[in-house]
């Protein structure tokens, strides 16, 4: 996936004077889509800042630079000035910086291949945005973690992440806006696409409508701002689409203009992109000849700048148009060459692992000698760090459940109100108590220890079943707490849902033969008030008919 807008905001980070003007300089220059001189500006920038020693200009200028390398195709490059970002938003503790840069490093180690570690790094910047109650890093939080998820093929995955971004956006501008629009359209294709090869033609429907819209406006958007860049990929994103809805004239209209904005910019890859798009349509209609002269081109021109995505999109792509014109010699050897390109490609991610490792280590090396020369100059400085150390552990454990390891009520009544107080206008926030159903018969027929492993399991399944985002609690006995941010009271149902078929289909029979464990729910929502003991008291009362009901369910049903 693609993005016209690869990273956060930096209007809120400190600029001294003498480097103004170059971070100026930088910022204006990505807006306006020259990458190249965005990169030679925030170089020069962080070169001065350096030189100045002033770290959090440094620290801001590595960064942008980062962002104008992704957009460049310097992936690798990316990852190496974002770590050196990080290492000086460590030193100064600016958790915001962290989390921008964070959002940054994991869309290149995307781009490398890398998902597993640029999820982990944006579990990260998930844990930093939810303690600062930031909703512009939650924005983009979500919104990168929708596009890795999306990029793995997680299409599913992606469509909730990138709407909850979508929820917090909506205070934002025009840069953010633009951004979850092309994301979700850009999401649509790959959603529509794979309901279509299960045969849920409803749901690729379904997926197709949203998506179309999201990709008119993400258009209107870019063409407002006259942003090449974003106007190239927006126009792609909206030919794909119409190419799956059949509208395939209007979306060879919007592909080829696409490929010429990027053509007359120099964006190699878009242009490959736009060109794809055009050959997909002309199979799609059983022009194979026409799409496979169009492929081949691709071809030849993603082999000389090293796109070997777009090359093993290409060689599939061959495959099923040699075949659709009847030469099956040719598209065996196309699809040959595509299973041997990915065995490569595989190889190549984890050499770029190596590599990535021994530049990460070499930072850290560095890292530690400048933090070994500090601590030498302050002989109190290691009883400092070791107070503070204690003093977070004693804090930890004064807000945690000794027993499952989830958070105590105490943190709750702490945590909460803030949580509420953080949520923007037109956001959601929804809260969960669940009981376990007849516990007290499971601690008379089993034992209060095997009780006490209940307890842990249950809790172990409701922590796996939610996002990091949402607070997850042991309220007391046998009951717990959930809080879903950004959850619409449906959403907090369907994870409810998960949770409740998770715990009850659970095999428990190593604890007790016969033992069955289930449990209830009372679900509320900011519409039932707008303070944490309002919603705590709509939710337990709603936990009370579920369990006249008949327990082993969640009320309000749907």
């Known amino acids: 996936m693609r993005n016209g807008s690869d990273a956060t905001a930096q209007r809120r980070d400190p600029v001294p004077a003498k480097v103004s003007t170059l971070l100026a300089m930088a910022a204006a220059a990505k807006s306006s889509g020259d990458y190249r001189a965005g990169a030679r500006h925030a170089r020069a920038a962080a070169d001065l800042a350096h ?29 190496f000035e974002a770590e050196a970002s990080l290492l000086i938003c460590g030193e100064l503790v600016d958790d915001a910086g962290t989390s921008r840069t964070l959002n940054v490093k994991a869309f290149a180690l995307m781009e490398l291949g890398l998902h597993e570690e640029a999820l982990a790094a944006m579990a990260t910047s998930l844990e930093l945005a939810t303690k600062l109650k930031d909703n512009e890093l939650l924005y983009w939080v979500y919104n990168r973690t929708g596009t890795i998820h999306a990029n793995f093929g997680n299409y599913r995955q992606a469509d909730t992440f990138l709407l909850h971004a979508k929820a917090f956006s909506k205070n934002l501008d025009a840069q953010e806006q633009f951004c979850i629009l092309n994301n979700l359209s850009d999401n649509a294709v790959g959603l529509v696409s794979l309901l279509r090869e299960r ?68 964006y190699k890859s878009l242009e490959l992109d736009a060109v794809l798009g055009i050959a997909l349509v002309q199979e799609a ?52 060459q595509y299973h041997e390109l990915e065995a490569e490609i595989k190889s190549t991610i984890a050499d770029t692992r190596a590599r990535l490792l021994a530049s990460h280590l070499d930072l850290e090396k560095a ?33 945690q459940d000794k027993l499952t390891g989830l958070w105590n009520r105490r943190h709750v009544e702490v945590q909460f109100p803030d949580l509420i107080a ?35 399991q249950v809790a172990s399944i409701l922590r796996r079943n939610s996002r990091p985002s949402d607070l997850v609690a042991r309220w007391g006995g046998e009951e717990f707490l959930l809080v879903f941010t950004g959850a619409t ?14 715990v009850s289909q659970h095999d428990w029979s190593p604890l007790g033969r016969g033992l069955i464990v289930t449990l209830s729910f009372g679900l509320s929502h900011l ?18 008919v579920a369990k006249l009901n008949g327990r082993d369910r969640i009320e309000p049903a749907a």
């Open 527 to 544: 519409g039932d008030g707008h303070t944490h003991e309002a919603l705590i008291a709509a939710a337990d009362a709603r936990l009370y």
């Open 367 to 399: 890292r530690q000698e400048a933090e070994l020369h500090r601590l030498r100059s302050s002989e109190l400085e290691v009883e400092k760090l070791a107070l503070q150390r204690r003093a977070s552990d004693l804090d930890r454990q004064a807000h």
């Open 489 to 502: 009271l449906a959403t907090a149902r369907e994870a409810c849902e998960r949770m409740r078929l998770a």
């Open 199 to 266: 045969k849920d033609e409803d749901g690729a429907q379904k997926a197709l409508l949203p998506g179309l819209q999201n990709a008119w406006d993400a258009l209107a958007l870019a063409q407002e701002a006259r942003h090449p860049y974003r106007q190239a990929i927006s126009l792609a994103n909206l030919g794909r689409l119409l190419t799956l809805s059949g509208e395939f004239e209007r979306a060879l209209g919007h592909l080829n203009d696409s490929r010429d904005i990027a053509l007359k910019h120099g």
């Open 422 to 456: 953080g949520t923007g206008a037109g956001a959601s926030l929804s809260l969960a108590l669940a009981d376990i159903d007849f516990f007290k018969k499971v601690n008379d027929s089993y034992g209060h220890p095997i009780g006490d492993q209940v307890l842990v």
């Open 285 to 336: 209609l059983g022009n194979f000849d026409a799409a496979i002269a169009a492929l081949s081109i691709i071809l030849g021109s993603a082999a000389d700048v090293g796109e070997k995505p777009v090359i093993l999109r290409t060689l599939m792509a061959l495959s099923k148009a040699y075949q659709g014109a009847g030469n099956f010699r040719a598209a065996l050897d196309h699809f040959k």
């Open 51 to 79: 030189t100045q020693n002033d770290p959090a200009s440094e620290a801001v200028a590595l960064r942008l630079l980062a962002e104008q390398q992704i957009c460049l195709g310097d992936h690798e490059g990316a990852v």
